[in-house]
Nanobody, 126 residues
Framework: QLQLVESGGGLVQPGGSLRLSCAAP????????IGWFRQVPGKEREGVAC????????YYLVSKEGRINISRDNAKGTVYLQMNTPKTEETGIYYC???????????????????WGQGTQVNVSS
């Protein structure tokens, strides 16, 4: 069982920035593709971005391109999601998830990932 722990959530203004972290045991992180999902109340969990074992990113929401950046440091056992100039509609719970493959999926669906963190709340508000 792979344990993932998110951190870095909180209140951020629409013109600000925020970096979320997802921590996993450093000696195992390199075996998994890691993704970030977002869940807004009343909506399904949607995939935001994924990074494969070589730190190559894939972004799944066109509206977020250029404003988010996913990266990983396998030596530190951490995957990051940098959010720049977030919008109020991006408020929600952000989850990181690990896939039992080193490659990101073609479609960022919930069932393509095997291990989940508990989530971290992000509130975008002025």
């Amino acid at each position: 069982q792979l344990q993932l722990v998110e951190s870095g959530g909180g209140l951020v203004q629409p013109g600000g920035s925020l970096r979320l972290s997802c921590a996993a045991p450093a000696f195992t992180l390199g075996l998994y593709a890691i993704g970030w999902f977002r869940q807004v109340p009343g909506k399904e969990r949607e995939g935001v971005a994924c990074t494969n074992d070589k730190n190559s990113p894939t972004y799944y929401l066109v509206s977020k391109e250029g404003r988010i950046n996913i990266s990983r440091d396998n030596a530190k056992g951490t995957v990051y999601l940098q959010m720049n100039t977030p919008k109020t509609e991006e408020t929600g719970i952000y989850y990181c998830a690990a896939r039992s493959s080193k490659l990101c999926p073609a479609t960022m669906s919930f069932d393509r990932f095997d291990y989940w963190g508990q989530g971290t709340q992000v509130n975008v508000s002025s």
